[in-house]
Nanobody, 130 residues
Framework: QVHLVESGGGSVQVGGSLRLSCVVS????????MAWFRQVPGKEREGVAA??????????GDSVKGRFTVSQDKEQNRLTLYLQMTSLQPEDTAMYYC?????????????????????WGQGTQVTVSS
């Protein structure tokens, strides 16, 4: 079983920064892709960024390019996904979720489709105020 636990969310003012973390335990060696999604009430979940195994490839949503950076760190059987967020804006306010794909479905153009990912964390709230 794969478990994902996010942390690092909080409240920040416009222009501020936050770093989200997502610890993946169980079958970390089987992860092909990991991603960050975000969702606000009443809207569909939006793909923010994704990273492939060994960080060979990264993808970003247009709204966060140049401001957010996705990375990962692997130690023994534990994988940690990060999302460094800078120049935060009110429209970045959302619940942020990390997701893991163990089947390869998230490769390429599918990275931003939530159905490509099997495992999800519980989410961490990010609130940006002016």
């Amino acid at each position: 079983q794969v478990h994902l636990v996010e942390s690092g969310g909080g409240s920040v003012q416009v222009g501020g920064s936050l770093r989200l973390s997502c610890v993946v335990s169980g079958y970390a060696d089987s992860v092909y892709w990991m991603a960050w999604f975000r969702q606000v009430p009443g809207k569909e979940r939006e793909g923010v960024a994704a990273i492939s195994y060994l960080a060979a490839y990264t993808y970003y949503g247009d709204s966060v390019k140049g401001r957010f950076t996705v990375s990962q760190d692997k130690e023994q059987n534990r994988l940690t996904l990060y999302l460094q967020m800078t120049s935060l804006q009110p429209e970045d306010t959302a619940m942020y979720y990390c997701a893991a794909d163990l089947s390869g479905f998230a490769a390429g153009f599918n990275w931003h489709i939530d159905a490509s990912y099997t495992y999800w964390g519980q989410g961490t709230q990010v609130t940006v105020s002016s």
